[in-house]
C-alpha cells in the first residue's frame, strides 16, 4: 500500500502563497491520478485540484480556478499544490490523495473520493488570517 506525506502548509496572511507538497512512496506513482482536497473545521471535505498521471489534463474546484495550480513530478513521486492569493475561507485541512488504479481518470477525483478508493495523506493545517 502506497503511503502519502504531505508537508508545506502554516499560518500565513491573506494575499500570501502557499506550496504544499505530498510525497509518495511506494507503488507505481507514475501511473496515479493524483488530487488535493481541503476540509474546514465543521465542514465535509471538498475537492480542491486533480492531476491526471501524465500532468496532461488538470483539474480544479471553482474556488481554487486561476489562483491554485497542481503539478508533479514523475521523478520525485511528488505532487505540489502552489497556492497564490491566499484567501482566509481557504483555510483548513490540505489533505493528498492518490488513485492507486492505474491510469485513471483524474476528472473522476471527486466521485473517486466518495467511493472510498483513494488512499489519503495525514494532512497538512493550512491557516490563512485576514
Known amino acids: 500500500q502506497p503511503q502519502l506525506v504531505e508537508s508545506g502548509g502554516g499560518l500565513v496572511q491573506a494575499g500570501d502563497s502557499l506550496r504544499l507538497s505530498c510525497v509518495v512512496s511506494g507503488g507505481t506513482f507514475s501511473t496515479y491520478a493524483m488530487g488535493w482536497f481541503r476540509q474546514a473545521r465543521g465542514k465535509d471535505r471538498e475537492f480542491v485540484a486533480a492531476?491526471?498521471?501524465?500532468?496532461?489534463?488538470?483539474y480544479y474546484a471553482d474556488s481554487a480556478q486561476g489562483r491554485f495550480t497542481v503539478s508533479r513530478d514523475n521523478d520525485k513521486n511528488t505532487v505540489y499544490l502552489q497556492m497564490n492569493s491566499l484567501k482566509p475561507e481557504d483555510t483548513g485541512v490540505y489533505y493528498c490523495?492518490?488513485?492507486?488504479?492505474?491510469?485513471?481518470?483524474?476528472?473522476?477525483?471527486?466521485?473517486?473520493?466518495?467511493?472510498?478508493?483513494?488512499?489519503w495523506g495525514q494532512g497538512t493545517q493550512v491557516t490563512v488570517s485576514s
Open positions: 492531476i491526471s498521471w501524465s500532468a496532461g489534463n488538470r
Open positions: 490523495a492518490a488513485d492507486t488504479r492505474p491510469f485513471t481518470n483524474a476528472q473522476a477525483m471527486g466521485v473517486s473520493a466518495l467511493k472510498g478508493v483513494l488512499i
